[in-house]
């Protein structure tokens, strides 16, 4: 079989190093495995190839590759290759679903403690030299506390567990109700109950994947219809919440407080509006990554390679019409 590996970014965390290039090629021995460093070159190098590992096969990408059977994306979000070309054709998608959760739901966890302790404004105080015991007297507990989390997948379920060890009450949406209970959670609901869930919930988590129900899934009427002094995370996709309707909820007070480590344009800009919207803490996409990032990529796409082989089911088969 023929390997291409592009997985590249203009940030170093989200290339993958040659050495675990070299590393697959030893877990691969009878395979031909091309490292393409751009979308150029991986154009040059897909005319022949049966697997891609890619974080991106672009349209111009797909027209040339003849051979393709199977694509292996080393995130779990693969919306930006649901195009109706690769749909409608005949190719098995799998992703990395799984291997950041547990990462992800410790963020998640962080960026709640931060916003329930009220961190980023004690970090500015500290700054000015200024003792403001009695400014953050009084901090919002987990325990106790009730949390909305959309999207039950293993995002979602990693972080209800960790909430509901906190003493958190947690209920979820999610589209299939005929899927497994999650532990931890103690209802969980369709996507039309959104609206009515949000008003009794003190704080949001948004881990659902995009797709085209999803987009803009929070906007100006959801902000809304939050809970007053309420919060917002969103570890998703940018493209999940309408930034602006969220800043002027911040602005306003509707809004306690919320966390983004996604947004819609990346990296933002210096200068752009949000870095200075009150009470929203920023992180730059980080909360997928861990220490052994690239082992755990390779290692489940070793494994569904060798799946691939012998005609067993691969594992994390993306459902292309669904989007996830």
């Given at each position: 079989?023929?390997?291409?590996?592009?997985?590249?970014?203009?940030?170093?965390?989200?290339?993958?190093?040659?050495?675990?290039?070299?590393?697959?090629?030893r877990?691969?021995?009878?395979?031909?495995?091309?490292h393409?460093?751009?979308?150029?070159?991986a154009?040059?190098?897909?005319?022949?190839?049966?697997?891609?590992?890619?974080?991106?096969?672009?349209?111009?990408?797909?027209?040339?590759?003849?051979?393709?059977?199977?694509?292996?994306?080393?995130a779990a979000?693969?919306?930006?290759?649901?195009?109706?070309?690769?749909?409608?054709?005949?190719?098995?998608?799998?992703?990395?679903?799984?291997?950041?959760?547990?990462?992800?739901?410790?963020?998640?966890?962080?960026?709640?403690?931060?916003?329930?302790?009220?961190?980023?404004?004690?970090?500015?105080?500290?700054?000015?030299?200024?003792?403001?015991?009695?400014?953050?007297s009084?901090?919002?507990?987990?325990?106790?506390?009730?949390?909305?989390?959309?999207?039950?997948?293993?995002?979602?379920?990693?972080?209800?567990?960790?909430?509901?060890?906190?003493?958190?009450?947690?209920?979820?949406?999610?589209?299939?109700?005929?899927?497994?209970?999650?532990?931890?959670?103690?209802?969980?609901?369709?996507?039309?109950?959104?609206?009515?869930?949000?008003?009794?919930?003190?704080?949001?988590?948004?881990?659902?994947?995009?797709?085209?129900?999803?987009?803009?899934?929070?906007g100006?009427?959801?902000?809304a219809?939050?809970?007053?002094?309420?919060?917002?995370?969103?570890?998703?996709?940018?493209?999940?919440?309408?930034e602006?309707?969220?800043?002027?909820?911040?602005?306003?007070?509707?809004?306690?407080?919320?966390?983004?480590?996604?947004?819609?344009?990346?990296?933002?800009?210096?200068?752009?509006?949000?870095?200075?919207?009150?009470?929203?803490?920023?992180?730059?996409?980080?909360?997928?990554?861990?220490r052994?990032?690239?082992?755990?990529?390779?290692?489940?796409?070793?494994?569904?390679?060798?799946?691939?082989?012998?005609?067993?089911?691969?594992?994390?088969?993306?459902?292309?019409?669904?989007?996830?």
């Open positions: 079989m023929t390997i291409l590996v592009s997985i590249h970014s203009s940030f170093r965390m989200w290339t993958i190093p040659d050495e675990y290039v070299e590393a697959l090629r877990l691969c021995p009878g395979d031909v495995v091309r393409a460093r751009s979308d150029a070159e154009r040059e190098m897909i005319h022949d190839v049966e697997i891609a590992f890619s974080g991106h096969v672009t349209p111009e990408q797909l027209a040339a590759a003849e051979r393709l059977r199977w694509v292996h994306s080393p979000g693969v919306g930006n290759m649901l195009y109706p070309a690769m749909v409608q054709r005949a190719i098995t998608m799998t992703n990395g679903r799984g291997t950041s959760a547990e990462n992800i739901a410790e963020h998640v966890l962080a960026l709640v403690l931060a916003l329930f302790r009220r961190l980023p404004e004690a970090f500015a105080r500290q700054r000015e030299q200024v003792w403001a015991q009695d400014e953050l009084g901090p919002r507990t987990i325990a106790g506390s009730r949390f909305l989390i959309v999207g039950l997948g293993a995002i979602g379920a990693a972080t209800a567990g960790r909430l509901h060890g906190l003493g958190a009450t947690v209920i979820g949406v999610r589209r299939n109700l005929e899927a497994p209970p999650v532990p931890g959670v103690a209802s969980i609901h369709p996507p039309e109950a959104l609206p009515d869930l949000l008003g009794d919930s003190d704080a949001v988590i948004i881990s659902a994947p995009h797709t085209q129900a999803t987009h803009s899934l929070i100006a009427a959801e902000t219809r939050m809970k007053p002094g309420s919060i917002l995370v969103n570890v998703s996709r940018g493209s999940l919440v309408d602006e309707a969220l800043a002027r909820a911040l602005r306003s007070g509707h809004l306690g407080g919320a966390a983004l480590d996604v947004l819609r344009d990346e990296p933002l800009a210096a200068g752009h509006p949000m870095w200075d919207v009150p009470n929203l803490l920023i992180t730059p996409h980080i909360a997928g990554f861990r052994d990032h690239w082992e755990a990529a390779i290692a489940l796409f070793a494994e569904n390679r060798r799946r691939f082989e012998h005609g067993e089911p691969l594992l994390n088969v993306v459902d292309k019409s669904a989007g996830y």
